[in-house]
């Protein structure tokens, strides 16, 4: 399994950007799946997930209201729209699949997600 980020950038804060993961190696019908952060400084940490369907979505607190994650059964891809950007949201993106949408609630930086893709950096400016 193959998961490839892209969308990172720089944007000033209140800014959006929209980042996007194309999965390619597995059926994408039953692969839940993630985004994580790991700003400067600090421990990677939950931002997103979502379910097979998309009907069942989870967002860190930090972000409820301005992200939106969401996915393209058609195009393999799953997505992150992020509004209202903040200096703070400055991070490496990892984009991560698991068969189990449970898995990203099992652990705060990921433990146990089964597949990951290299980091999108985004960067917001004041």
């Known amino acids: 399994v193959q998961l490839q980020a892209s969308g990172g950038g720089l944007a000033q804060a209140g800014g959006s950007l929209r980042l996007s993961c194309a999965v390619t190696?597995?059926?994408?019908?039953?692969?839940?799946g993630g985004w994580y952060r790991q700003g400067p400084g600090k421990e990677r940490e939950f931002v997103a997930a979502?379910?097979?369907?998309?009907?069942?979505?989870y967002y860190a607190d930090s972000v409820k209201g301005r992200f939106a994650i969401s996915r393209d059964n058609d195009k393999n891809t799953f997505y992150l729209q992020m509004n209202s950007l903040k200096p703070e949201d400055t991070a490496v993106y990892y984009c991560a699949g698991d068969p189990e949408l449970r898995t990203f609630r099992k652990g705060p930086q990921g433990e146990g997600v089964n597949d990951w893709g290299r980091g999108t950096l985004v960067t917001v400016s004041s």
């Open positions: 979502i379910g097979w369907s998309g009907a069942l979505r």
């Open positions: 190696g597995r059926t994408f019908d039953n692969y839940a």
